[in-house]
């Protein structure tokens, strides 16, 4: 899939710019990228490019996407990357007009969070450390080990799973109370740490330690928490993902329910349910928008109901 070298230039242009002004994370940039690619081919395909496109081209390529088996989310998002795309090439007057703002998306609804419950977190953090302490090798034990501190880590901070796989082996000193997370746009935040995280980094790191003193160079000599022999230097996000989900099958849940990010979700809800203030649980989670976060609120809606029906004075008794 590629652009036309017209539309490849515009699209580097205007990926630099949310690159430096909003401070888009790799992961948000690769995927307009994919996205105004697929539309610049579309539209290449028609003989036009992003500066000779109208509006009715920009109809037709949604209707594409919709022939082509899209979600409705899929396509409210190509729509919202072709409104920034145009909204830059108007401010940077390479157009005249903006063909994409009449443009309407599909209606859809703000889906909920998958959540886990309570018993539900604590059947994989038990199950994994039943893992660690079975293995009968080593090699396995770091491996074991190694999901069991990234389970317990990440319920602990509610980390995105790509702050969590690069957290560098710093995190795991000894009297570390609080972690520097360097997130999306390049912001960096405190996070508090509690005893079983900090424990399970411990146990960790030191099993790490004991399997590379075997050899002349190995993993404790990266730079990375969780390092790798990837292209990264650290463990991947698919990696993790695919350990989790081979761990809640162990543990008896559906693997198909179960990821690194319902577990940032069930972080959240959970200290929201349990009283959290709101403001608080979205500087822990890095959101720059609270609307973000508001949408863990809907696990404290029966909470609420019975605060008032129990402690308002005009409720019936």
């Known amino acids: ?93 390479v157009r005249t007009d903006d063909p994409a703002a009449i443009l309407s998306g599909p209606r859809r609804g703000r889906g909920l969070p998958k959540v886990l419950s309570i018993s539900d977190v604590d059947r994989m953090l ?84 004991a ?3 075997t050899a002349k160079k190995g993993a404790a000599d990266s730079k990375w928490l969780f390092p790798s022999f990837g292209e990264s230097g650290h463990l991947t996000r698919q990696h993790f993902a695919r350990d989790l989900k081979e761990l809640a099958a162990a543990a008896g849940l559906s693997p198909r329910l179960v990821s690194p990010h319902v577990l940032r979700h069930a972080f959240a809800s959970h200290l929201l349910h349990n009283g959290a203030d709101l403001r608080i649980v979205q500087t822990l989670l890095g959101h720059t928008d609270i609307s973000t976060t508001q949408i863990y609120t809907h696990v404290v809606e029966e909470r609420l109901k019975s605060l008032v029906r129990d402690l308002h004075p005009l409720a019936e008794k």
Request: glycine share 4%; aromatic share 6%.
């Open 1 to 93: 899939m590629r652009a036309k070298p017209a539309d490849a230039k515009l699209i580097t242009l205007f990926l630099d710019m949310l690159a430096a002004e909003q401070g888009a994370g790799d992961n948000t940039l690769q995927a307009y990228r994919r996205d105004l690619t697929d539309f610049s081919e579309y539209l290449g395909r028609a003989g036009q490019t992003f500066v000779t496109a109208g509006t009715e081209s920009l109809r037709d390529y949604l209707a594409d996407l919709d022939t082509r088996g899209f979600k409705s989310s899929s396509v409210a998002r190509r729509l919202s990357a072709m409104r920034h795309l145009y909204r830059f090439l108007l401010n940077e007057r």
């Open 126 to 209: 038990t199950r994994a450390r039943e893992l660690a302490q079975a293995a009968d090798a080593p090699l396995r034990q770091l491996r074991a080990l190694r999901l069991y501190c990234l389970l317990e880590v990440l319920y602990a901070t509610g980390l995105r799973v790509s702050e969590l796989v690069s957290l560098p082996q710093s995190a795991a000193r000894r009297d570390a109370r609080m972690i520097v997370v360097r997130g999306k746009g390049d912001k960096e935040r405190l996070v508090p740490l509690n005893d079983a995280s900090r424990q399970a980094m411990a146990e960790y790191l030191a099993a790490m330690q």
């Open 211 to 213: 399997l590379a003193s």
